[in-house]
């Protein structure tokens, strides 16, 4: 375990918000969320080390998804692959670019590479988690790191578009992250991310058992503020924010995660019954108006680079 500093001001004043466990592995530890006195940046201190952190990760880690054309159901392929066209196509916007090189940080199974790749985006991605990495090069062909972004060597301006989904949150210092992919782009180049929206209802309905928390993989919360200090340090301005991501997953699991502690069998029946194939359904007007009130789960960001 390691206590640390704000990674955005550097300040070590802090005001504790939640004292929070590991709820997805048996691994022991106890983890501080705590708000930053000076910038308002969420962090975890103590948090795992860097050698630490990976006995928190499962193996059959959700986020992990295997190709579109695997999924059994013929529904959920044709909602998967238009999710994944739809993230395309705001890059594509945001970029104002349909073709370029593309950099996909964290980019787990390859999906979104795979997406791009078929646009006819030149396409390479980063993984440190070894199994991922290798299930996009082997299923998909891509051109995949197995490490972090500051263990691979790609030239400085080489990059017209870098993507962070679903990462940022589980990085040890996103404003290092942050200042290399900025050293990565050209000038003008596009920086997307996304991360679990503090403002979302189901952070207000869940508070500690929000999964946008789940402590410790998640080592940082943002809000718009913080997220738009970050970048701003690093040389990127803001150029929109949007829900667009289903918030589906993440209401079940913390649904799952605060049910376990009021009745634990309940909790696991639930989660079942509503993880079957379909089930989601009724509830996808419910998750894309909140998107539309952008108080949906996760919320993306896109920044052009200014400086670096
Ligand atoms: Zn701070």
Redesign the pocket.
């Known amino acids: 375990m390691e206590e640390i500093a ?6 070590t004043a802090s005001q504790p918000l939640y004292t929070l466990h590991d709820a997805a592995s048996d691994v022991p530890g106890e983890f501080v969320l705590r708000r ?1 006195t ?4 969420m962090y975890l201190s103590p948090r795992p080390t860097q050698g630490a952190i990976a006995a928190h990760y499962p193996a059959e880690y959700a986020p992990y998804q295997r190709a579109i054309e695997d999924e059994r159901w013929r529904l959920m392929r044709w909602m998967r692959r238009r999710r994944l066209a739809g993230r395309r196509r705001l890059v594509e916007r945001y970029s104002g670019h349909t073709r370029g090189r593309l950099l996909d940080v964290g980019c787990a199974t390859g999906l979104f590479l795979h997406e791009m790749d078929r646009a006819g985006w030149q396409v390479a991605g980063v993984e440190p988690i070894a199994s991922a990495a290798c299930y996009a090069r082997s299923r998909f062909g891509l051109d995949v790191f197995e490490g972090t972004l500051s263990s691979a060597c790609y030239a400085p301006a080489s990059f017209d578009v870098v993507t962070f989904w679903d990462v940022l949150e589980h990085t040890f210092s996103p404003a290092e992250e942050l200042a290399h992919a900025a050293r990565l782009l050209r000038p003008g180049g596009l920086l997307a991310s996304n991360v679990p929206n503090w403002d979302s209802v189901d952070r207000r309905l869940f508070g500690r058992y929000w999964l946008g928390l789940d402590p410790p993989r998640h080592l940082y919360a943002f809000t718009r503020e913080t997220l738009t200090a970050l970048l701003v340090q690093a040389g990127f301005s803001v150029l929109g924010w949007m829900c667009f991501m289903s918030g589906f997953f993440s209401f079940i699991v913390s649904l799952e995660r605060w049910l376990e502690t009021v009745n634990p069998r309940l909790s696991k029946a639930v989660y079942r019954a509503l993880s079957a194939p379909g089930m989601r359904l009724p509830f996808e007007p419910w998750f894309a108006f909140s998107n539309w009130l952008r108080r949906g789960a996760i919320i993306s960001v896109f920044a052009r680079k200014t400086h670096s």
């Open positions: 704000c990674d955005l001001c550097g300040a930053c000076h910038c308002g940046l």
